[in-house]
């Protein structure tokens, strides 16, 4: 049984450059949230996706988006980036409704220079 | 607004020992509670969760307890092993899904 992936593992982009992060949620989960953590800290949420549309959002910019596809899987967009954007990058795969636990894959490590 | 707060950003404890983790919330709206591990290099594990209609939940070696009332909740390992060491966070959550999450205990088990 798969669990969370993320693709890619590492990226090293420069400032105003734009970024895509992918991942792919567990197996029979239809839920995608991502997070945002910066060093030192803990996991800040950025958005979550549900029926391919944006259900919720943390405080996060326009300049970060996202995409669920029909298979459940999502992007997470950054465009204009700043060197405050560099993060692990975390996708969590859930079931939708109630107080389900999110389950996390390993992560994109973003660095912006 | 940090909703969620680990007050000890370290804990070191000996093999065989109990390892007590805290953790304080202030949004009285939570209603669900978990703790995760992290190892570096990796995403976050869930190791346990509880809902707020309780005050304790067992799993194994790893016991979590609430209470409500002073808005806290703690992590019992018993007995810790040096796989325990990594980073653990505390999370909540209330009718809006999304996950408030705690700057980290980093647990180190000495032998």
């Known amino acids: 049984d798969a669990g969370v992936t993320q693709s890619p593992t590492h990226l090293i982009k420069t400032r105003g450059q734009q970024v895509t992060l992918r991942c792919s949620p567990k197996?029979?989960?239809?839920?995608v949230s991502w997070y945002q953590q910066a060093l030192g800290q803990g996991p800040q949420f950025i958005f979550q996706?549900?029926?391919?549309?944006?259900?919720q959002r943390g405080n996060f910019p326009d300049r970060f988006s996202g995409h669920q596809f029909p298979n459940y899987s999502s992007e997470l967009n950054v465009n204009a980036l700043l060197l405050g954007d560099s993060a692990l990058y975390l996708c969590?795969?859930?079931?939708?409704?109630?107080?389900?636990?999110?389950?996390f894959g390993p992560g994109t490590r973003l660095l912006v220079l | 607004d940090q909703q969620v707060k680990q007050n000890s950003p370290s804990l070191s404890v000996q093999e065989g020992r109990i390892s007590i983790l805290n953790c304080d919330y202030t949004?009285?709206?939570?209603?669900?509670f978990l703790w995760y591990k992290k190892y570096p290099a990796e995403g976050p594990t869930f190791l346990i969760s509880?809902?707020?209609?309780?005050d304790k939940n067992e799993d194994g070696r790893f016991t979590v307890f609430l209470n409500k009332s002073a808005k806290h909740l703690s992590l019992h390992i018993v007995p810790s092993q040096p796989g325990d060491s990594a980073v653990y966070f505390c999370?909540?959550?209330?009718?809006?899904?999304?996950?408030?999450f705690g700057a980290g205990t980093t647990v180190t088990v000495r032998a």
């Open positions: 969590a795969s859930s079931l939708a409704g109630g107080r389900v636990t999110q389950y």
């Open positions: 197996s029979g989960h239809d839920t």
């Open positions: 996706y549900y029926e391919e549309e944006e259900r």
């Open positions: 949004n009285s709206m939570f209603d669900y």
């Open positions: 509880i809902s707020s209609i309780k």
């Open positions: 999370a909540a959550t209330s009718n809006d899904y999304k996950l408030s």
